[in-house]
């Protein structure tokens, strides 16, 4: 059934500053582009791929605020991207958050300056998949 994480969408109603915004945040320039319309970064362990759409196709009746589920992207310190993030014109969403009684997992989530909810954690699961797959 669901076999794994393939493309995260974000909108964007000034799609080039979102595209510039998120260039900066990720360090690349997307690897694959339809100008004006959407544009494509691979980032993580797993070349997992972000999108980035021109709001002018989103969905009829979207929300004009943060909505959604909130996708989390493992980071290996927390309160460092949180900050830069921050620095980055991002609002905190949800503060850094203890969760599993002390086993390690802490989340955040952050409001991109564009209204798409962007979720950061530590994950003890996903260093345990990438140790696994010999990638650490």
């Known amino acids: 059934m669901l076999r794994g994480f393939a493309t995260l969408n974000f909108y964007a109603a000034d799609f080039e500053a979102a595209k ?7 360090g690349i320039q997307p690897y694959y582009e339809v100008p004006g319309a959407y544009a494509e970064f ?25 909505a959604g589920s909130i996708m989390y992207w493992h980071v290996d310190d927390l309160q460092a991207t949180f900050d830069r993030l921050l620095g980055l014109g991002a609002k905190e969403y949800q503060p850094i958050t203890e969760r599993g009684e002390g086993k390690g997992f802490v989340t955040a989530s952050m409001i991109d300056p564009f209204g798409n909810i962007l979720g950061i954690m530590r994950n003890p699961h996903y260093l345990e998949v990438l140790t696994k797959d010999r990638r650490v």
Request: charged share 20%.
């Open 20 to 26: 510039s915004w998120y260039s900066e945040l990720l």
């Open 42 to 66: 691979r980032i993580g362990d797993y070349g997992h791929e972000l999108g980035l759409i021109n709001s002018r196709f989103a969905p009829e009746g979207a929300a004009d605020g943060p």
